[in-house]
């Protein structure tokens, strides 16, 4: 029998782990997956917090949205998860969604307060005021809310998603991927000194207990996944980052390949870079995730990005040069930065009173997550 090495490329990969970009900002992932009766589910996150059932709470066949089952709270019961940082609503982005099927007309979802400090806590869930009764709210422990929703859902029967992101400064409320409020969140940080609480608030009035059904709860930290109106999910939320944070090593002869399980930080990868002469009608020389650069005036251009980034929380770094001179010593300013684009300004960073100046080559690089 004569065999010969089996060069790589008559390897062919045949199936993929497809996975959540945004995984590792995962920080709480409750599916709910279990036998009827059941008091008991696991965190899939990698955080892996415990999760006790209070009262009557218990997973239920009757109902569910993915997966055969769901979380049932009858209006006096409700989940405890430990004191931990991930449930700091503070400078950093921030998101919280799920499916909710509710059999009553005023209930809370999420909350985490802490009563030694009442401005530090926060809920997300259904409003139980006059002006907020069967819409989405998020409050703050402060005795006001931050913002709630113009949609009445509760009680009808149907299954609905439910999110808030928190992106900088700008708080939004969605109802199943529609942009239901939008507004500026004023808490500074968030309570995490005490439990999170899933079906009520620290509260005993029966009142602010939730009823219905619960699916699919995340919680993510970090990031702000929706800003804008989306489609709601069509499957279980995804439990790994699967290969999209995997990475691929061949060896040195080319007859092997490792595929590396640690993962990719995404942080460090450029998530869009363009090279482009602004001198005179702008032309784009090479770009990876930019759709266009926008001439705003003498030195100023926009970087329009191919897919929007998550949040303004990134990076954006470059070089310019201007005419012939390509020493002369201008530099990009910033000055806006958009979940569409990057604006800035070619300026002179010299002595002299030169201002803005077209730039003859001009580059962009954008990191964040």
Do not use: C
């Amino acid at each position: 029998m004569n065999l010969t090495k089996p060069r790589l490329d008559q390897f062919k990969i045949t199936g993929s782990t497809v996975g959540d970009l945004y995984f590792p900002q995962t920080e709480l992932l409750l599916p709910f997956n279990g036998a009827n009766g059941a008091t008991t589910t696991s965190d899939l996150s990698n955080s892996n917090h415990t999760v006790t059932f209070v009262g009557n709470a218990e997973i239920s066949t009757a109902q569910s949205k993915f997966g055969g089952s769901s979380l049932s709270l009858d209006g006096s019961s409700y989940l405890s998860i430990p004191t931990s940082s991930s449930w700091t609503v503070g400078s950093s982005d921030y998101s919280t969604d799920m499916w909710i099927k509710t059999t009553d007309g005023v209930a809370d979802l999420v909350s985490a307060f802490k009563q030694a400090a009442p401005n530090n806590g926060w809920l997300f869930g259904i409003g139980f005021h006059t002006v907020t009764d069967g819409k989405l709210a998020f409050y703050n422990a402060s005795s006001s809310y931050e913002l709630f929703g113009g949609t009445a859902f509760v009680n009808d029967g149907e299954w609905h998603h439910v999110a808030f992101t928190k992106s900088g400064a700008t708080l939004r409320l969605f109802v199943d991927g529609v942009l239901d409020a939008t507004g500026t969140i004023t808490i500074t940080s968030s309570n995490s000194g005490e439990a999170i609480l899933i079906g009520m608030d620290n509260n005993a009035s029966p009142s602010r207990h939730y009823s219905g059904y619960l699916d699919e709860l995340r919680i993510s930290q970090g990031i702000a996944r929706w800003t804008a109106a989306f489609t709601p999910p069509t499957s279980a939320h995804l439990t790994s980052a699967g290969d999209v944070n995997k990475h691929i090593v061949v060896n040195s002869t080319a007859d092997g390949v490792a595929i590396g399980t640690g993962g990719i930080n995404q942080a460090r990868i450029a998530k869009a870079w363009v090279h482009f002469n602004g001198s005179g009608t702008v032309a784009i020389n090479d770009s990876y995730n930019m759709s266009s650069v926008t001439d705003r005036g003498t030195g100023l251009y926009k970087v329009n990005f191919s897919t929007a980034m998550s949040s303004t929380s990134y990076t954006a770094s470059g070089t310019v040069s201007t005419g012939s001179d390509q020493t002369t010593p201008y530099v990009i300013r910033a000055t806006t930065y958009a979940t569409d684009g990057f604006s800035f300004a070619a300026n002179w960073s010299g002595t002299s009173s030169v201002g803005y100046q077209d730039a003859t080559n001009a580059t962009v690089t954008v990191f964040g997550n």
